[in-house]
C-alpha cells in the first residue's frame, strides 16, 4: 500500500502566526521582543504550591480575548516536584463555574485525580479544593483542567519531577516546550461548527481537481476502484484533522511563531527539551532541522536512548529529548500540525540575535486504505507480531474464547507481543452512531501514522515509531496478562458523534478490572482518525515486541483503521477514566475504568 | 400568500438566531467553563438551514429550509417549500416533522405537511419518510404522504455536492412528484407528474453562506401535462436562478 499525497503544499489562506512583536507573554516577565532570551514560563518549585483559576484578556492574534490562566500565566507555571516528597496543592477557583485540575500521567490516589465526576465533584467557583498525594514517579508530565473546554482556552501546564537517583543521561541545559492550540473563537463555538459541519475547518477537502490528477496518473479503472473503497462509505480520505489552522494558531510555551518563543545554549552544550502536547485537537510533527534528538523518555519514563529526527507527539503525550548543537548558530523548533495546516514555533540558539529559518511545511498527508482498516498484510510483514499472527492462523482451535463486552480468556498472546485475538466488532456497533468498522485492522506499533510513513524516502529523515521505545528498566510486572479486554473506538464524523465501542459515555456501564490484576488492553480504531488515549490512574506498557522491556505511557496513539495493544497492572482502587485526548471528541469517547 | 412564507421563514430564523447564538456567544463563558459531569449530558442543539433561496427568471422563486432542534438521536424539524413561478404559486409547504437517526447515514421522518391555500383550498398531508446520504454521497429524501380523501403522492429529492476547489462547489439537484390520482384543478396526474432538474454554482463566502447562480429546469409529464396543455400553460420550462445557502 502506498501513501499518496497532495502535491499543492501551500494553503489557499495562511494560519495566523501571531502578532509579530509587541505581544502580550504572559507569565513571561522578561520577554517582550521577538528574539529575547524567553527561557521558560515561571517555575514553582517547592512541596507546597497556591494554584489560583482565573481569567485574563490576551491577545495572541491581533484581537483581544478571554483566556483561563493559572496564578495569571498562560500556561501556567511549570511545577516542579521531587520524587519521593508528598506533595500538597491548592487550588482556588475564581471562575464563576466549576473547574478542576488534572495531574496528566501522574500517578495519584483516585480521589486526588481531579476528573470530575469521577475522583470529585469538581471544584465549586470560589472554592479551594486541597490535592495532596506523594509523588512516587520521576519525569515530564503535564496538568490541565478536565471540566467543560476549559482546556482550550489555556488551563495547562507542565509539571517536572525530579528523580531521587541519578537520571542515565546528562546534560547542561534544561527547557520545557509546551506545544498547544490557541483558537480565538470560543471553545463551544468550535464544537457546534464541528457538529452542524465536520468539515467547516477543513480547508483541505478533496475536490475534482484531485479527481481528474488521479485518473491521469492511475487511468479511470484504477482511480474507480481506488475511489469506490471511500465512496461507497462515505469516507473522505481528506479528514487528516478535524480543528485547523483555519481558527487556531500554534503556541510553544504560550508564544506564536511570530513571537518565537527562544531559548539559549553555549555551543558543545547538551540540551534537555521536554516536549509537551498539551494541545486540545492537534498533534504535532516536530523536528529541529540540522540536529539529531535523542529520545530519553517518553511519557515520563527512561527508555533506551534512540536518535531520530522527527517526533510525532500526539495530544497529552510527553517526549524528553536530548540535543547537542555544536555551532555557533539558530536552529528552529519546528512542530508541524499533522495536517499541515498551520506549525508552532520557537528558536533554539547561541546568540539571542539569531534565529534561524522557518522550513516550508511537508507534504500534505491523504488517508489510504491502511487507515480505512483494510490493512492485515501490513501487519504480517511486521516481524514482531509476525509470531503472534502465525499462531493465529494456523491454530485455530487455541483461539482465545470471547465473551461479552470485548473480554477475551485464555491463550492470550505473550506479555509484550500485543494481542492475537480475533477482532470482534461488538453488537453495539451497528448503531448509528457508528459509520465505519475497521475489518482487517493492522497493527499500528511500528506505524509513524498518517503523513510520516515515507519521510524516510522522501526527506530522508527517521522517524519515531512506538516500535523504537524500550524501557531503560526492566517491566516491574513480568506477570502474563490473565485476560484481554478489546476496546474499538468508534465514530460517526457526519453526525460527530464519538462512543467506544457503539456506545457513548453515559450509555455504558464501566470496565471492572479486579484489584491487582494484569490484563491487556487492545484499543481498536475504527475510525479514520488517530485517537491519543489516555488511561488514567495507570501505566499503559505498550506491548512493543520485547516484554522484558516495556516502555510505560499514559497515553497512547491508536492509528486510524489499525489495532493496538498494551499491558495494564490494576493496582490501584478507584474510578478512573479512560477517554480520547481529542477535546471535542472526549464527550462521547470516554468510559469509566473501575477497579474492584 | 409570500408573506405567510416569509413571515414563517423570519420566526424560524430569529427562534434559531436566539437558541444557537444565545448558546454559542453571549452565554459562551457559562458552557465553556461547564465540567465535564455534566459535559457528557446530551445538550439539544438548534441550527437553521436555508438549503435554497432564490429568484427565477420566469418570475418565480423559492424558499426551501428547515429548522431543527433536539438531541442526538431525535429531532424536532419543521420545514418550509415555498416555489412560484411565472408568478404563480406551485408550493406552499409548512412540515412538522419528527426526525429520529436509524443508521448511520439515514434519519426516519414522521409528521404532517401542510400546503397552504393554493386556488383551492388548504390541505394536509401525513408525512413518512427517510432522508440521508447514499453510498457515492448522495443526499436523498424520499417522502410518503397520505392526504385527505384517501389521496397518496410521494416525493423523491436528490442532490449532490461536487467540490470544484475548496469553496466552490457545483450542486445537480433532482426532484420527482409522483400522485395516486389525478388532481386537475391543481394540475397535477397520477403517477409521474412533474419532474425537476436543477444546477448550480455556488460559491463559498464563508462556510456558512453561499451565493449561487445555476439553471433550473421544470416539466409536467403524463396526465399533469395534458392539464397543463388543456389550460395553455407550458410544459416545460428552463430558468435562470440566482439565490444563497445559509445555515447557522
Redesign the interface.
Known amino acids: 500500500m502506498t501513501e499518496s499525497f497532495r502535491t499543492d503544499a501551500v494553503s489557499r489562506r495562511t494560519f495566523v502566526t501571531g502578532l509579530g512583536a509587541g505581544a502580550l507573554l504572559l507569565g513571561l516577565p522578561h520577554s517582550s521582543h521577538p528574539n529575547s532570551p524567553t527561557a521558560s514560563t515561571t517555575t514553582l518549585r517547592g512541596n507546597h504550591f497556591d494554584l489560583s483559576i482565573g481569567y485574563r484578556q490576551v491577545n495572541l492574534t491581533g484581537r483581544e480575548r478571554q483566556a483561563l490562566t493559572i496564578n495569571g500565566s498562560l500556561p501556567g507555571p511549570i511545577l516542579r516536584w521531587r520524587e519521593g516528597e508528598t506533595v500538597t496543592l491548592n487550588v482556588h477557583n475564581q471562575l464563576p463555574d466549576k473547574s478542576s485540575l488534572h495531574w496528566h500521567g501522574v500517578r495519584v490516589p483516585s480521589d486526588m485525580d481531579g476528573e470530575p465526576g469521577l475522583s470529585f465533584s469538581g471544584i465549586q467557583p470560589r472554592k479551594i479544593f486541597r490535592y495532596r498525594f506523594p509523588v512516587r514517579q520521576s519525569g515530564t508530565y503535564w496538568y490541565h483542567s478536565q471540566s467543560g473546554f476549559q482546556q482550550q482556552r489555556g488551563l495547562i501546564g507542565a509539571i517536572v519531577i525530579d528523580p531521587i537517583s541519578p537520571e542515565p543521561f546528562s546534560y547542561e541545559r534544561d527547557y520545557v516546550v509546551v506545544l498547544s492550540d490557541w483558537s480565538d473563537e470560543s471553545p463551544q463555538t468550535i464544537y457546534t461548527h464541528l457538529k452542524k459541519d465536520p468539515d467547516y475547518y477543513n480547508r483541505q477537502q478533496r475536490t475534482a481537481t484531485d479527481l481528474w490528477r488521479e485518473v491521469r496518473t492511475k487511468g479511470v479503472a484504477r482511480t474507480w476502484r481506488d475511489r469506490h473503497q471511500w465512496n461507497w462509505k462515505q469516507l473522505s480520505d481528506r479528514n487528516i484533522s478535524q480543528v485547523t489552522g483555519e481558527t487556531y494558531t500554534y503556541l510553544i510555551n504560550g508564544h506564536t511563531p511570530d513571537t518565537n518563543w527562544t531559548a539559549l545554549f553555549k555551543p558543545g552544550e547538551r540540551v534537555r527539551l521536554r516536549l509537551i502536547n498539551a494541545a486540545s485537537m492537534t498533534l504535532f510533527d516536530l523536528r529541529i532541522p540540522g540536529l539529531k534528538m535523542k529520545v530519553v523518555a517518553a511519557d515520563g519514563q527512561n527508555v533506551e536512548p534512540t536518535s531520530v529526527d522527527e517526533i510525532r507527539i500526539g495530544n497529552g503525550e510527553t517526549y524528553d529529548v536530548i540535543v547537542e548543537p555544536e555551532s555557533e548558530l539558530a536552529y528552529s523548533i519546528f512542530a508541524q500540525s499533522m495536517d499541515r495546516s498551520g506549525y508552532a514555533r520557537g528558536t533554539l540558539t547561541s546568540d539571542i540575535r539569531l534565529s534561524a529559518e522557518i522550513p516550508a511545511m511537508d507534504h500534505r498527508p491523504v488517508l489510504t486504505l491502511q487507515d480505512l482498516g483494510l490493512a492485515r498484510k501490513a501487519e504480517e510483514t511486521n516481524t514482531h507480531f509476525k509470531t503472534a499472527q502465525t499462531a493465529h492462523t494456523e491454530k485455530h482451535s487455541d483461539l482465545p474464547d470471547a465473551t461479552e463486552g470485548g473480554w477475551f480468556y485464555g491463550n492470550l498472546a505473550a506479555a509484550g507481543l500485543g494481542s492475537n485475538s480475533p477482532i470482534i466488532h461488538q453488537p453495539s456497533e451497528s448503531s448509528f452512531r457508528v459509520d465505519h468498522r475497521a475489518l482487517t485492522p493492522g497493527n499500528g506499533i511500528a506505524d509513524p501514522g498518517v503523513g510520516l510513513r515515507h519521510h524516510k524516502h522522501r526527506y530522508n529523515r527517521r522517524v519515531l515509531t512506538y516500535s523504537d521505545l524500550r524501557s531503560s528498566k526492566p517491566t516491574q510486572d513480568q506477570r502474563e496478562p490473565q485476560r484481554e479486554l478489546q476496546l474499538h473506538l468508534t465514530g460517526n464524523y457526519e453526525r460527530y458523534l464519538w462512543s467506544i465501542n457503539g456506545e457513548k459515555f453515559r450509555d455504558a456501564s464501566p470496565f471492572l478490572f479486579r484489584h491487582q490484576e494484569r490484563l491487556r488492553i487492545t484499543l481498536v480504531n475504527d475510525t479514520t482518525l488517530p485517537q491519543p488515549m489516555h488511561l488514567h490512574g495507570f501505566w499503559s506498557e505498550l506491548e512493543t515486541g520485547d516484554g522484558e522491556y516495556l516502555p510505560r505511557k499514559h497515553t497512547v496513539i491508536a492509528q486510524p483503521g489499525s489495532s493496538i495493544s498494551y499491558l495494564v497492572s490494576a493496582d490501584t482502587y478507584g474510578r478512573w477514566a479512560l477517554h480520547s485526548q481529542m477535546l471535542y471528541q472526549r464527550p462521547g469517547m470516554y468510559r469509566e475504568v473501575r477497579i474492584v | 400568500m409570500f408573506k405567510n412564507v416569509a413571515g414563517i421563514t423570519a420566526t424560524l430564523w430569529i427562534l434559531a438566531a436566539q437558541t444557537?447564538y444565545g448558546?454559542?456567544?453571549s452565554q459562551?463563558?457559562?458552557?465553556?467553563?461547564?465540567?465535564?459531569?455534566?459535559?457528557?449530558?446530551?445538550e439539544p442543539?438548534a441550527?437553521v438551514s436555508l438549503d435554497y433561496v432564490e429568484l427565477r427568471g420566469d418570475n418565480g422563486g423559492e424558499i426551501e429550509g428547515d429548522f431543527s432542534y433536539g438531541g442526538?438521536?431525535n429531532k424536532f424539524v419543521a420545514e418550509v417549500d415555498y416555489e412560484r413561478s411565472s408568478g404563480e404559486i406551485e408550493k406552499n409547504e409548512l412540515w412538522a416533522l419528527y426526525s429520529r437517526?436509524?443508521?448511520?447515514?439515514w434519519n426516519f421522518l414522521i409528521g404532517i405537511r401542510h400546503d397552504f391555500n393554493l386556488e383551492t383550498t388548504s390541505r394536509n398531508w401525513v408525512a413518512v419518510g427517510i432522508t440521508g446520504?447514499s453510498?457515492?454521497?448522495f443526499e436523498m429524501d424520499a417522502v410518503f404522504f397520505y392526504g385527505e380523501h384517501g389521496s397518496t403522492a410521494f416525493r423523491l429529492e436528490g442532490e449532490y455536492e461536487?467540490?470544484?476547489?475548496?469553496d466552490w462547489n457545483l450542486v445537480p439537484r433532482i426532484e420527482l412528484n409522483f400522485f395516486g390520482q389525478n388532481d386537475e384543478a391543481r394540475g397535477s396526474g397520477s403517477g409521474l407528474s412533474e419532474a425537476e432538474v436543477g444546477l448550480r454554482l455556488m460559491y463559498e463566502v464563508t462556510?456558512k453562506f453561499s451565493p449561487y447562480i445555476g439553471i433550473h429546469y421544470e416539466r409536467e409529464v403524463g396526465n399533469a401535462a395534458d392539464f397543463a396543455r388543456e389550460e395553455g400553460e407550458d410544459v416545460v420550462s428552463t430558468v435562470w436562478v440566482l439565490g444563497f445557502r445559509a445555515?447557522f
Open positions: 444557537s448558546q454559542a456567544d459562551h463563558q457559562r458552557h465553556s467553563y461547564q465540567s465535564s459531569d455534566e459535559d457528557n449530558e446530551e442543539m441550527e442526538e438521536q437517526a436509524i443508521s448511520a447515514n446520504e453510498p457515492y454521497k461536487i467540490k470544484l476547489a475548496q462556510r445555515w
